[in-house]
């Protein structure tokens, strides 16, 4: 199983911790381009209008300046720098090792600087925009679709379930393609942005604490316990299958879980 996951817009700097080292990082075929983008955010983040050509608010220009330093700066593992909703209910510290395990193993960031990330890998706090238009490297989310593409086409096995937790401008970066898109789920939350994001890392959450299922019903079936939910097949070839998703009220009775099984299957 194959979790993708945007990353977060808060994020928390390491106070200490060895520099970055583009080298280190997962998907070593990225390394060039994370290398331009790298270089692209030092030079503009020195800049007075920073903020808007990274796409960020102007009160955040204290954020915008740590790009100055992205290869002097101590690092921490990727989950604990992201720590937005979707991190903060994923709550990765207070998982049982075995969980821990899986988390790392399954779970991807798409992320605008670095390309696609594993937890485990040391990167710095940043600031910019999925949408930005770096000088000398165009739009970030078009831009890194080639990579990607080489990068996670080669990670995922043929059929492997995908579940795909991402916003929508991190989904452009990268689609399932052939295959891989046979058991490509997408989960949508209705509701307000936060909301969404806290259910979406309860939902990485509940997939973590066991097995991987290996289909887009035996997914649904797993998290019918937690959720309300319903399951929508794809409307055509290589498009995703749909998981809505709401939490269920607290103290749901199990009449209301048993159906959500049964609209699962």
């Given at each position: 199983?194959?979790?993708?996951?945007?990353?977060?817009?808060?994020?928390?700097p390491a106070r200490r911790g060895r520099p970055l080292d583009l080298s280190s990082l997962s998907f070593p075929s990225?390394?060039?381009?994370?290398?331009?983008?790298?270089?692209?955010?030092?030079?503009?983040?020195?800049?007075?209008?920073?903020?808007?050509?990274?796409?960020?608010?102007?009160?955040?220009?204290?954020?915008?300046?740590?790009?100055?330093?992205?290869?002097?700066?101590?690092?921490?593992?990727?989950?604990?720098?992201?720590?937005?909703?979707?991190?903060?209910?994923?709550?990765?510290?207070?998982?049982?090792?075995?969980?821990?395990?899986?988390?790392?193993?399954?779970?991807?960031?798409?992320?605008?600087?670095?390309?696609?990330?594993?937890?485990?890998?040391?990167?710095?706090?940043?600031?910019?925009?999925?949408?930005?238009?770096?000088?000398?490297?165009?739009?970030?989310?078009?831009?890194?679709?080639?990579?990607?593409?080489?990068?996670?086409?080669?990670?995922?096995?043929?059929?492997?379930?995908?579940?795909?937790?991402?916003?929508?401008?991190?989904?452009?970066?990268?689609?399932?393609?052939?295959?891989?898109?046979?058991?490509?789920?997408?989960?949508?939350?209705?509701?307000?942005?936060?909301?969404?994001?806290?259910?979406?890392?309860?939902?990485?959450?509940?997939?973590?604490?066991?097995?991987?299922?290996?289909?887009?019903?035996?997914?649904?079936?797993?998290?019918?316990?937690?959720?309300?939910?319903?399951?929508?097949?794809?409307?055509?070839?290589?498009?995703?299958?749909?998981?809505?998703?709401?939490?269920?009220?607290?103290?749901?009775?199990?009449?209301?879980?048993?159906?959500?099984?049964?609209?699962?299957?």
């Amino acid at each position: 199983m194959l979790i993708l996951l945007p990353p977060s817009e808060g994020k928390t700097p390491a106070r200490r911790g060895r520099p970055l080292d583009l080298s280190s990082l997962s998907f070593p075929s990225l390394t060039a381009r994370r290398e331009s983008v790298i270089t692209a955010l030092e030079q503009v983040s020195g800049q007075l209008d920073a903020p808007a050509v990274l796409g960020v608010s102007a009160a955040l220009d204290d954020q915008v300046r740590r790009n100055l330093e992205l290869r002097t700066a101590p690092t921490a593992a990727a989950v604990q720098v992201y720590s937005g909703v979707l991190y903060q209910a994923l709550d990765h510290a207070s998982l049982d090792s075995a969980a821990k395990r899986r988390a790392n193993r399954a779970i991807v960031v798409i992320s605008a600087a670095f390309g696609a990330l594993r937890l485990t890998d040391r990167v710095p706090a940043y600031r910019v925009h999925v949408c930005a238009h770096l000088p000398g490297v165009g739009p970030l989310a078009r831009g890194w679709r080639g990579a990607l593409a080489d990068a996670l086409d080669a990670a995922v096995k043929p059929r492997e379930l995908i579940v795909d937790c991402r916003s929508t401008t991190y989904a452009a970066m990268w689609r399932p393609t052939d295959e891989r898109a046979h058991a490509w789920v997408q989960v949508v939350v209705p509701g307000a942005s936060h909301n969404a994001k806290h259910t979406r890392g309860l939902v990485t959450r509940a997939l973590v604490q066991a097995e991987a299922p290996r289909s887009p019903g035996a997914l649904a079936e797993r998290l019918s316990e937690h959720f309300d939910l319903e399951l929508t097949a794809p409307p055509r070839a290589g498009r995703p299958w749909t998981l809505a998703v709401q939490e269920l009220p607290h103290g749901a009775s199990a009449d209301a879980r048993d159906e959500a099984v049964t609209a699962a299957r």
